[in-house]
């Protein structure tokens, strides 16, 4: 293209030919851009402590932390009294139930401990988590034969989840009400949220306070956002009981 | 109408590309701020609305550059664009700073200038490629989403303190920020802020009007 800032004048710059720093910068970005990408994810487990503690000492979350973001869909979140809590669990079982913090805590407690692995690539690892299994809970509640799938309420009144009934009789499934080792907090979707190891961190709904037995998988809310309903990390099931 | 006293910097359609691209930057600081700080994120909360908002923007971002310089309006936005990539000695003479500076005459934009809009250039482009995969890879790309996300937030603080920078110098600067409004700018700024790019008004436009009068050139910066 024809161009008055002829590289060869000396006039603009004497005695000097230009060099192409706008390329170089470029490049230079771009180049970078693409290694994280390629290989972020060493990055960010070797920044992982380091990243994490200066997060917490200025507030701010940091590229590479092992610190968890915090998601609500609605304009605020519900902040529900441990005494006031319940779970219901109806649709297609033998005896519905209504289930207090008390009541889970009675129940046979298990603990895992996981990372929390968000689809859109963050991840905190080595959680502590402990609950009851859903499958445990799912048995107390008798599932009749008819039933296949589970449909799963937050008590903000628009986030909703599902799984198949397969899915739910997994061992990593946690109605939890403890993580990071405490009770599970308001801004984390305490008192009671669920906990899927193997899938991606949507389908650990926050605010659990219904789980509806039928026989259709019901997409919920991030999958009507086109996420995938059936959200495996990395794409496929893991092994049951190796989570 | 312009004023004898002043010369064209920016025309129409690169005000234009500026303003929507600075608008649509905004936005996206805003939202990705609200999705990425947890204080604002619990505050402001509605999380699909806001990411829908900020994606949507994303993916327009480089709608109003690739525009500009798609129809036969694009005359002056390329030459402006290429004087951001072609440094001279006086472009890195600038990063010397106002009292060591050795006085060599500038080009339309200076150093910092230059290096602001080929880093938020590229921020750009690797902030809309980084997103895509975050938000539109299969799920079995986690991998890659992981260090997608990590550059992302990255690319977040840098494009702020860019940004902060930027917004900074225009504010401290009066005739270079009229001039993003309505095009134009002082003769006599030119003559000593931009002393090769002056010298390349005269010959290129004859103007005879000013440039007659004035003396040859070597109106050097102080």
């Not at chain 1, 590229?63 to 304009?75: A, K």
């Not at chain 1, 389908?203 to 995938?228: A, C, F, H, T």
């Not at chain 2, 270079?176 to 095009?183: A, Y």
């Not at chain 2, 103007?207 to 102080?222: I, K, L, N, Q, T």
Request: aromatic letters at 8%.
């Amino acid at each position: 293209m024809a161009d008055e800032l002829d590289e060869t004048s000396g006039g603009r710059y004497p005695g000097t030919k230009p060099v192409h720093m706008g390329r170089r910068t470029v490049l230079g970005i771009l180049g970078l851009t693409g290694i994280g990408i390629a290989v972020g994810t060493k990055i960010d487990n070797a920044l992982g402590n380091v990243s994490s503690a200066v997060s917490n000492a200025i507030g701010v979350p940091l590229p590479g932390d092992d610190e968890f973001r915090y998601y609500t869909i609605t304009g605020s979140y519900p902040v529900i009294p441990a005494d006031t809590y319940e779970l219901t669990v109806d649709g297609m079982v033998r005896e519905p139930l209504r289930l207090r913090l008390a009541d889970l805590r009675s129940m046979k407690r298990t603990k895992l401990v996981h990372q929390f692995q968000c689809v859109t690539g963050w991840i905190v690892p080595d959680v502590h988590w402990e609950g009851v299994l859903l499958r445990d809970v799912l048995d107390r509640a008798g599932v009749t034969s008819r039933a296949t799938a589970l449909r799963l309420f937050s008590a903000d009144g628009a986030y909703t989840e599902s799984l198949s009934l397969t899915q739910a009789h997994r061992p990593d499934i946690l109605v939890a009400d403890k993580m990071l080792g405490a009770n599970v907090t308001a801004d984390h979707g305490g008192p009671v949220r669920l906990y899927v190891a193997p899938m991606y961190g949507y389908k650990s709904i926050k605010w659990l306070n219904r789980i509806e037995v039928s026989n259709e998988v019901v997409p919920g809310y991030w999958e009507d956002n086109g996420y995938p309903v059936d959200a495996w990390i990395g794409g496929s099931a893991p092994v049951a009981g190796r989570p | 109408m312009s004023s004898l006293a002043e010369v064209s910097r920016f025309d129409l359609v690169e005000r234009l590309v500026h303003w929507s691209t600075a608008i649509m930057m905004m936005t996206l600081i805003v939202t990705g701020a609200i999705l990425y700080l947890p204080s604002l994120a619990l505050r402001v909360g509605h999380r699909g609305l806001v990411e829908n908002i900020h994606v949507i923007t994303g993916l327009c971002l480089l709608g109003p550059l690739l525009l500009g310089v798609a129809g036969p309006w694009r005359k002056q936005l390329i030459k402006d664009l290429r004087r951001f990539d072609r440094w001279g000695a006086s472009d890195f003479d600038w990063f010397r700073g106002p009292t060591r500076r050795s006085g060599l005459e500038r080009d339309k934009f200076n150093g910092g200038q230059k290096i602001e809009a080929a880093f938020l250039g590229a921020a750009m482009v690797g902030a809309l490629l980084t997103g895509v995969i975050m938000r539109f890879a299969p799920s079995s790309w986690i991998t890659w989403a992981t260090g997608a996300t990590l550059v992302h937030d990255a690319l977040f603080f840098a494009i702020v303190a860019a940004v902060v920078t930027h917004v900074a110098f225009a504010l401290s600067k009066p005739d270079q920020l009229v001039s993003m409004f309505n095009g134009r700018i002082p003769r006599s700024w030119a003559k000593s802020h931009a002393g090769a790019w002056w010298s390349e008004l005269e010959v290129s436009k004859g103007d005879v009007s000013e440039a007659g009068s004035a003396e040859p050139r070597g109106g050097s910066s102080p």
